[in-house]
């Protein structure tokens, strides 16, 4: 008896894993008691072969069951033919949908006899004879086409199984592809005519073939785009078309006219002159990119020419229409959006670094620079980006890289569609054992380096979309760098002339500068000087989508000059793109980022890890402060320490927020976080070196924050309002304890504020009692005895957002007890009080808007704006704190919130109110960072109200309707505190 084991395993060498797989093989004569028969040896061989030899040993058991009386030939001619089997078995091995198709129809598996091959020349005549006469064209068209798309498959396949028979390589595969598809046209407006009869007579119809049609660059399963022009009776015409794509889509495959004029809405058929008329008047830009690949393939002859001839021109005229960047960037946005987010690393078309980003670039290096070079005016995608390297528009390398990666990426999605004649383009993930096993034999990866050939396909995968995706960003720009660069004359390139026209077009405000920039970053024969060649195609092209391209590169020329001797910098940005993008979209936007990365280029290392830039917590980065300024015994050393840290964090914050990585109160409190913690670590440097100057500490001394740090709320430009109060340690006298606080906190503001290239760090004192005639510090008694006394209401006002920031905590702690029944008096305000903060505000409103400020839009003092909304809420917790304790809050947004739960407010009152105290803050704070210096004004025009809009939309959005927004929002506040301020 057989050992059942030793033929398992004698099966297995073969691929095969079904357990009915010994019976198909014995049952096709192929296997004996034991082993293979050795007639067949070269059939199982090439079985093994096959992408999934399970699959087509089940297909081949199925011919012979169905088709026995064609069995004996076709064993016959597997065990001779040698492409015969190749072609068969990997094509039965490829693809289920195929296999149903031999199966289903014996003998088709004839045509793929050696010398049975149809040429590609032959597929009208094949076709048109299947149609013709035929009482069931669509039928037979849908037999005709299938079988010859059969042929295509094999050849294409069968190098897999046979490895020395000749490929088809890329470009045979969709030519054939194509002209298949072509003959189908053909033969299905053949069965319309038919249809329409005699009064076909009456028009004259060509179809135009767009898309991968158009391109001679067809999938295995794609819609066939077209459109179609006609002259004489339209309504015969449209009869045609109508009945044409019924019959094509209904035989052979989808298609597609929605690329017609007005898309589909607009009529199917139309003359030459309302296309001409239409696309002189109407076209959008997207609409000429479509045109590019045009080209009549059925139908009347003379006039697909006459509309190719008349159309043509308008495409290379494409790129000097207005607004022609906004609109291609606006088309790769929508692409792009069309993918979800978890499928973008597998989407083989419309993904990062997919099909799409390379026809995306090349066809729109073809709209720029075919207007002068005929040349570029090809169909292809390979071809036009092989011409592009050829013309020096795109260097050789670049080229051949990104063509071969497209190849790649398009074989791939061919493999997949044969699989059951689906339209995907979906990669498999990576759990999918099996299908990554299928698809990698399918492809003919073999297995390397000890890795399976599915591992092996996924890091081809990945690596070929890394590629495109960086080669994509270098696209754009390569001519430039190569006119700048002076690389060698034998090849062709722009002049400084046609870049700096192209810089134009691309939205630069002064090519002319900009090639200065790129010419001192890319000169010599530096290794520095050749990573700056490869970084900034693909930087000139993210400069040119933020809102200041022209500063942005200037500002990045400043920072590489700055660190040209840091040695990680240039290999961060080589190595990480996201650092280059983020980096490009920072400058572009921002005046005050690049001055601080000069002086701290270690944040550029966090802009690759959002977490790592937007995730720190504030009171962590505080503790590492103080632990950093407790080292320094040198006191200017220990407060150039503060200092730097605050550097370092204020780009750290700077750069998530401009990225939209941190909302505005996360924004707020790791500012007001990074002030407590500076003066913090000043104080306590201070406070040691005076006590070893004196030869003792006469007294604790705590700060406590007022106004927005006291709140958390500080924005870029805020001062820190302070109050210093002091106690005397044991044996000192209160006058001792005042002097030497006092010169502590003189000592503290002066280091902080002394000039440097940071912003400035002011401390403020001026709410103090008696204001500026008052003293610096107080001890406790002494405020206590003041506040008991003189306080007025709007020191009482001043004192609600107080809280301690730094020094003593005790002592911080006694004082908020010392002052809560003064900010939070038992009875709320008199009638007098309520008055007088009114007045008050009154007057602010009236005497401290800055002269020209806009008092619609200014985002402190303005109607609606800070001012209003936090004296708002500071009325309330006047009057009513001592009755609902959750009011007494130093944070404006928590305080409405409890005032709506206590209803003082009511909700709708309470959103208009926080919506516009946030989108002001977050206004003030994107100002300051585009103009690099703190204001209050939102700018009223230009590219820095450009700059503020893309900041507060998170996108580049249109600055009116930000300003617009940014007013109404305002004005629905300002109604809201007139009735809740002024009114009982």
């Not at 939205?507 to 900009?514: F, I, L, Q, R, T």
């Not at 306590?684 to 003792?696: H, L, Q």
């Amino acid at each position: 008896m057989p050992d059942p084991v030793r033929s398992h395993v004698s099966i297995a060498r073969y691929g095969l894993t079904d357990d009915r797989a010994r019976e198909f093989l014995q049952a096709a004569g192929w296997w004996g008691a034991d082993a293979p028969v050795s007639e067949f040896e070269p059939t199982l061989v090439a079985l093994s072969r096959a992408p999934d030899p399970d699959l087509a040993l089940r297909a081949v058991d199925r011919m012979r069951t169905t088709d026995d009386a064609n069995w004996s030939g076709l064993n016959q001619a597997l065990a001779t033919d040698r492409g015969l089997r190749a072609r068969l078995l990997s094509v039965l091995g490829a693809s289920s949908a195929l296999g149903d198709f031999v199966v289903a129809r014996g003998g088709e598996w004839r045509r793929l006899l050696t010398d049975r091959q149809t040429e590609p020349v032959d597929y009208p005549d094949r076709l048109l004879a299947a149609v013709q006469d035929s009482d069931q064209p669509v039928r037979d068209l849908r037999a005709a086409y299938r079988g010859l798309l059969l042929e295509i498959a094999a050849a294409d396949l069968a190098h897999i199984v046979e490895p020395d028979l000749p490929a088809l390589e890329y470009a045979q595969a969709t030519a054939r592809l194509t002209y298949l598809a072509e003959a189908a046209v053909r033969a299905a407006l053949a069965v319309a005519q038919a249809e329409v009869g005699a009064a076909g007579e009456r028009c004259q119809l060509a179809v135009i073939a767009m898309g991968k049609t158009g391109g001679r660059e067809l999938n295995y399963v794609s819609d066939v785009d077209v459109l179609f022009v006609a002259d004489g009776d339209l309504d015969v015409a449209t009869r045609l078309a109508s009945t044409t794509m019924r019959v094509a889509t209904n035989a052979c495959f989808e298609v597609d006219a929605a690329l017609r004029p007005e898309g589909k809405a607009g009529p199917l058929v139309r003359n030459l002159d309302s296309h001409v008329s239409y696309y002189r008047r109407w076209a959008r830009t997207w609409e000429f990119q479509a045109l590019l690949k045009a080209r009549p393939i059925a139908g009347d002859a003379t006039l697909g020419q006459s509309y190719l001839d008349a159309v043509r021109p308008m495409v290379w005229t494409a790129a000097d229409r207005d607004n022609f960047v906004d609109d291609v960037r606006a088309m790769r946005r929508r692409v792009e959006s069309h993918v979800p987010a978890d499928l973008l690393d597998r989407e083989l078309k419309l993904g990062r670094g997919g099909l799409r980003d390379v026809e995306f670039a090349v066809q729109l290096l073809q709209l720029v620079h075919g207007r002068n070079d005929e040349a570029l005016r090809l169909g292809s995608t390979v071809d036009a980006l092989a011409m592009l390297g050829d013309r020096g528009y795109v260097g050789r390398t670049d080229a051949a890289e990104m063509g071969e990666s497209y190849r790649f990426l398009r074989m791939l999605e061919h493999r997949l569609q044969l699989q059951r004649l689906r339209r995907t383009h979906l990669f498999p993930a990576d759990e999918e054992a099996d299908d990554l096993r299928w698809l990698a034999r399918a492809a003919g990866i073999k297995p390397a380096r000890g890795k399976p050939e599915s591992q092996v396909l996924i890091e081809d995968f990945r690596r070929h979309l890394r590629r495109i995706r960086r080669l994509h960003e270098k696209l754009f720009y390569r001519p430039l760098l190569e006119a700048v660069a002076r690389v060698s004359t034998e090849a062709l390139r722009l002049t400084a002339k046609q870049a700096e026209a192209r810089l134009a077009a691309l939205g630069y405000a002064a090519p002319d500068g900009v090639l200065r920039h790129i010419e001192a970053l890319t000169a010599g024969v530096s290794r520095r000087a050749a990573i700056q060649s490869a970084l900034l195609p693909a930087l000139l092209d993210m400069f040119a989508n933020t809102p200041d391209p022209d500063g942005g590169l200037l500002a990045y020329r400043k920072v590489s000059e700055a660190l040209a001797t840091t040695p990680w910098y240039l290999r961060v940005l080589r190595d990480e793109p996201a650092v280059v993008e983020r980096l490009a979209r920072l400058l572009g936007t921002s005046k005050l980022v690049p001055e601080l990365m000069v002086r701290a280029p270690e944040v550029l290392q966090l802009l690759g890890d959002q977490d790592k830039l937007a995730g720190r917590d504030p009171d962590e980065a505080a503790r590492s402060l103080r632990q950093a300024v407790n080292r320094h015994g040198y006191l200017p050393n220990a407060v150039t320490a503060a200092r730097s840290f605050r550097r370092h964090e204020l780009l750290r914050i700077a750069a998530a927020d401009l990225l939209g990585f941190m909302d505005t109160p996360a924004v707020c409190r790791a500012l007001s976080t990074v002030w407590s913690a500076v003066l913090q670590a000043t104080l306590a440097a201070v406070d040691r070196a005076e006590a070893v100057a004196a030869g003792t500490r006469y007294a604790t001394i705590a700060v406590i924050g007022l106004g927005r740090l006291g709140g958390a709320e500080l924005g870029y430009g805020s001062d820190a309002d302070v109050l210093f109060v002091c106690e005397p340690t044991d044996g000192a006298s209160e006058e001792q304890a005042v002097k030497y606080a006092s010169h502590v906190a003189q000592t503290v503001r002066r280091l902080l504020s002394s000039p440097s290239q940071d912003p400035p760090l002011h401390v403020d004192v001026d709410l103090r009692p008696e204001g500026r005639q008052g003293a610096i510090v107080r001890t406790l008694g002494s405020y206590r005895a003041y506040y008991g006394q003189w306080s007025q209401v709007w020191e009482a006002q001043a004192l609600l957002r107080a809280c301690p920031i730094a020094g003593d905590e005790e002592l911080g702690a006694r004082f908020v007890e010392m002052i809560d029944p003064i900010r939070y008096p038992a009875n709320g305000l008199s009638a007098a009080e309520i008055r007088e903060v009114r007045r008050i505000k009154a007057r602010v409103d009236n005497e401290r808007l800055p002269r020209g400020a806009d008092p619609a839009t200014h985002t402190k003092l303005g109607r609606g704006g800070l001012a209003d909304i936090e004296w708002t809420l500071q009325l309330l917790q006047l009057r009513y704190a001592h009755e609902y304790p959750a009011l007494r809050t130093t944070s404006t947004v928590r305080g409405l919130a409890v005032a709506t739960e206590a209803g003082l407010v009511d909700a709708d009152a309470a959103a208009a109110l926080r919506e516009s105290w946030l989108l002001a803050t977050r206004v003030r704070n994107a100002a300051t960072l585009v103009r690099g210096k703190a204001t209050d004004q939102p700018p009223s025009s230009g590219r820095e109200l450009a700059a503020v809009a893309a900041v507060i939309q998170d996108v580049e959005g249109d600055p009116g309707e930000f300003v617009d927004s940014y007013r109404r929002t305002l004005r629905r506040a300002r109604t809201v505190v007139e009735r809740l301020f002024y009114e009982d």
